[in-house]
């Protein structure tokens, strides 16, 4: 088991034929990924990497069956193709696409909410993998491993440090989910973390935070009333100064909110581990499923 | 991006907000003449992005033009300096404006709220004053009402707020379309901050906006290709200004231990590593995803621009960023630039073997992991 993609999972990527999109989605192919099709408007009825181009998510859907969709199309023309894929009737979308204006998300997050037919990841993150089974994104593929493990990140970078560091210390993953660095984002880690609590075979939790909003604290809420399985936790930007965007646009301390140690004592107090630096996640890991008697 | 306030006025008014009658001069002459448009009753302020500019000397009211003129003489070219901005701008333009007579001060600012994904809209008979301080002393005195972007605000919404805010009757229509002029700046001009503060009730009735705070959202500057002249004037160091031209994600933090890395959530690990381990960060810097060594070799020489950098940290984990390319940039980099100062890389993932063997015999001390790559800068830098 895994959460939200697996190997039935079809996907369709939009903006494929693009520089970005074909080396990925080249690579996804190379991972074993069912990639069913492009959309790229205009390019109807062409082939690329051996798989049909479609102008239209709608015309992909009819003609495949795709049943998510990884966008990859410029900033400027991003939400609309998230909105597209959800009218296509597709349930999973992935935004992998980085500089999405603020009301652009906004307007999509909100429509996608309230129709409730979908669920967004993303923008600005590095995609989702069930090791093995999909891979839906721009990781490297190789640093993942199947296993027990859940983990949710808002950094792509920082995943691959700690994915790596688990798989190198035996401990795989279910699956991987990235969900962002933006201000406003489709799955946020509640979700993510509801998921992975109602998952089998996922039998701990890694979580990957770092300054800026409250998601964190919400999660960490969601930890204290409803999770029964261990969460550790790594907080990043810890000493990053106020008023100043770390990269991310939504890395940012702005005044009482974001702050690292809102962030770290809301999960300390949900019952969460929480490591100082990331070397020390694979063993609070191994230490927390011995003591869940994993 | 910060908007100067005159820029800021000047959009408020295209969506018939009202403002103070004000116009930007460069000179003393300009300033004079649009002084004696008001009757040289006027408030002269100098249009630089930062705080405490009124502390700093910026602001200062006449009565007549040719002391508006000779303090604006005065303002141009020189530095302001104020505690919240110790390196000081230069100003290079003043606000000439209209004094507001003030009966009531009323506070009205349009945010992103990320924890609810939609707009707020805070309004507060509080003005002039801090809203921080009134959040924590009177919480009751905000009022919040929130916008999904998606359906747009209703009269009636606007109505109930601002009745609930107590704002006085007479104030009431005025208040309720000026938010909604705020709301449509905000959704059509792609703001992420619209403060005003005050909000002024003039003796005879009017309802201004007499100060004004936008941003704009850097994500979609391309829309707004009018403000690609000011884009850099908020910037706080030169270095970062530089960076900002060159699209490159850079902030300067003040310290001696430079810091470049690819992923914004490893860059600000990588600075906590260097905390930990006693140093002080001068910068973070994101390579971005994919750089290719032309780009790696710029953020080096961007990083070194700044003269307290005493030892260099480079993290790397390369997804789509391939380690042998970074390589490749960093030697022609140091080839070029003379560098004398220790650099260690930890280098991870995509090539990082061919990475590796590429830095071999270079000057650039070779780590395993980003926690030791800290440890060995930061001993090797204040050695």
């Known amino acids: ?294 | 991006m910060k908007l100067h306030e005159y820029q800021s006025k000047d959009l408020l008014a295209k969506y018939g907000v009202a403002v103070p009658g004000g116009k930007v001069a460069e000179n003393a002459s300009e300033a004079k003449a649009i002084a004696d448009e008001f009757g040289g009753k006027v408030v002269v302020k100098a249009q630089v992005l930062m705080g405490g500019r009124g502390k700093a000397g910026g602001v200062k009211l006449f009565e007549d033009s040719d002391s508006a003129a000779t303090f604006t003489q005065e303002l141009i070219g020189k530095r302001l300096v104020s505690i919240q901005n110790p390196d000081g701008m230069v100003v290079d333009k003043v606000l000439v404006g209209e004094l507001v007579d003030i009966a009531e001060e009323y506070y009205l600012s349009v945010l992103l709220d990320r924890a609810e994904q939609k707009l707020v809209v805070m309004i507060s008979k509080e003005g002039g004053v801090e809203i921080e301080t009134v959040a924590e002393e009177t919480p009751e005195a905000i009022v919040r009402l929130h916008v999904d972007p998606a359906w747009g605000v209703d009269d009636f919404e606007v109505r109930d707020s601002v009745q609930r805010a107590k704002i006085p009757a007479p104030a009431q229509r005025q208040m309720v379309a000026m938010i909604k002029g705020l709301v449509q700046v905000y959704l059509k001009e792609d703001a992420d901050m619209i403060e005003i503060n005050p909000v002024a009730w003039t003796p005879d009735g009017k309802l201004l906006a007499a100060d004004a705070k936008v941003s704009i959202d850097e994500n979609a500057l391309y829309r707004h290709p009018e403000y690609n002249e000011t884009k850099d004037d908020g910037a706080e160091h030169e270095i970062d200004a530089e960076a900002s031209k060159l699209g490159i994600a850079y902030v300067n933090l003040g310290g001696d231990i430079g810091i470049m890395g690819n992923g914004a959530g490893l860059v600000m690990c990588s600075l906590d590593e260097v905390n930990r381990a006693g140093g002080r960060p001068a910068n973070f810097l994101d390579v971005g995803g994919g750089a290719n060594a032309e780009r790696v070799k710029t953020c080096v020489g961007l990083v070194l621009m700044d003269e307290n950098v005493k030892g260099l940290l480079i993290n790397i984990f390369g997804g789509i960023t391939r380690c042998d390319e970074v390589a490749r940039g960093l030697l022609s980099a140091f080839a070029e630039m003379n560098v004398t100062i220790p650099v260690v890389a930890r280098i991870e993932g995509t090539a990082a073997a061919e990475g590796l063997a590429i830095l071999e015999g270079s000057q650039i001390v070779g780590a395993k992991s980003m926690q030791e790559a800290a440890a060995k800068v930061v001993e090797l830098a204040y050695a």
């Open chain 1, 1 to 294: 088991m895994s959460v939200l993609v697996n190997k039935n999972t079809k996907v369709v990527v939009a903006g494929m034929t693009g520089k970005e999109g074909s080396f990925h989605a080249g690579q996804m192919i190379q991972y074993g990924t069912q990639v069913v099709a492009g959309v790229t408007p205009g390019k109807g009825g062409t082939t690329h990497l051996d798989r049909p181009i479609f102008n239209t998510m709608h015309e992909a859907v009819a003609a495949t069956g795709a049943d998510a969709a990884l966008i990859f199309v410029p900033a400027p023309f991003a939400a609309d193709s998230v909105l597209e894929a959800e009218d296509a009737g597709i349930p999973f979308i992935t935004l992998i696409t980085e500089g999405v204006p603020v009301n652009d998300m906004m307007r999509a997050v909100n429509k996608i909410k309230t129709n409730g037919k979908s669920i967004l990841l993303g923008g600005n993150c590095a995609g989702i993998i069930t090791p093995d089974e999909c891979k839906m994104g721009i990781m490297p593929g190789h640093i993942f491993k199947k296993g027990p493990i859940g983990m949710v990140s808002r950094s792509g970078t920082l995943t691959y440090e700690v994915a790596w560091e688990l798989t190198q210390n035996d401990l795989g993953q279910t699956t991987c989910v990235g969900i962002g660095g933006d201000p406003i984002i489709g799955t946020r880690f509640i979700d993510a973390l509801r998921m992975f609590e109602e998952d089998p075979e996922t039998k701990a939790v890694v979580m990957i935070g770092e300054i800026g909003g409250t998601d964190e604290e919400v999660g960490a809420a969601f930890i204290k009333e409803h999770m029964t399985k261990p969460v550790v936790s790594f907080i990043s930007g810890r000493t990053a100064p106020p008023g100043k965007r770390m990269g991310h646009a939504g890395a940012i301390i702005s005044g009482k909110l974001g702050t690292p140690q809102s962030k770290v004592d809301a999960l300390l107090d949900a019952g969460a581990k929480v490591a100082d630096t990331t070397s020390q996640v694979a063993q609070m890991v191994k230490d927390s499923l011995v003591a869940a008697g994993v």
